[in-house]
């Protein structure tokens, strides 16, 4: 059964560090992978969308990698803002079948 | 403006009561889904549906049931079969079949038992 584990849970870093949120799932053969933000009492915003046959992709400050080999994405955020603080949600999808999600990793951007 | 919108954004549900929650799209997608998340938690997969009058269940289906009569709507009854219901309910929708497509989320409803 696919797992998606998302590290750190929680992280709290100064305004304009460039950061890295890690995603690894345990079945490798995945259709896509995606990342969300949700902001607290609100549904989920898509950031980035990377395809399995892609190993990235980049949206403004906003860059995510695609390892399928080791099962492993990371969302690198650069030049962070306090508008930057959301949770942040992998998740993982297979032909045929809805997503998977990690439970994600809580971001904290202060002035 | 083409989205989803999930009323009530917040419910109460008495003991040995059934509520529905509406989840409505106009993006033309096919398929449409229904998550809980507790604190803390990531998203789980309650039901979905790739087409209409056709639904799966998820991982955590029971004390929930769906229906799909038409393309835009998917609404979910949380049964007094649920013993604990209370969480954050997210709808979704997608068009089936397309990997470079993303999942889009509504605003989700709140329950909450009295």
């Known amino acids: 059964k696919q797992e998606v584990t998302q590290i750190p849970a929680a992280l709290s870093v100064p305004e304009g560090e460039n950061l890295v949120l890690n995603c690894s799932f345990t079945d490798s053969a995945i259709y896509n992978l995606q990342w969300f933000r949700q902001d607290p009492g609100k549904g989920l915003t898509s950031l980035l969308l990377i395809q399995s046959s892609q190993r990235e992709q980049t949206s403004g400050r906003l860059n995510a990698s695609l390892d399928k080999s080791s099962g492993r994405s990371t969302l690198y955020i650069a030049a962070s803002q306090p508008g930057d603080s959301a949770t942040y949600l992998c998740a993982v999808q297979k032909a045929g079948t809805a997503l998977i999600f990690g439970k994600g990793t809580t971001l904290s951007v202060s002035s | 403006d083409g989205g989803i919108t999930q009323s009530p954004k917040y419910l109460f549900r008495k003991e040995g009561q059934n509520v529905t929650l509406s989840c409505e799209q106009n993006?033309?997608?096919?398929?449409m889904y229904w998550y809980r998340q507790d604190p803390g938690q990531g998203l789980r997969l309650i039901y979905y549906s790739q087409i209409v009058n056709d639904f799966q269940k998820g991982d955590i289906a029971e004390g929930y049931s769906v229906s799909r009569e038409k393309k835009e709507s998917f609404p979910l009854t949380v049964t007094s079969a649920q013993k604990n219901p209370t969480a954050f309910y997210l709808c979704?929708?997608?068009?089936?079949?397309?990997?470079?497509?993303?999942?889009?989320f509504g605003d989700g409803t709140r329950l909450s038992i009295l």
């Open positions: 979704a929708s997608s068009i089936w079949g397309a990997s470079n497509q993303p999942q889009h």
């Open positions: 993006l033309n997608h096919d398929a």
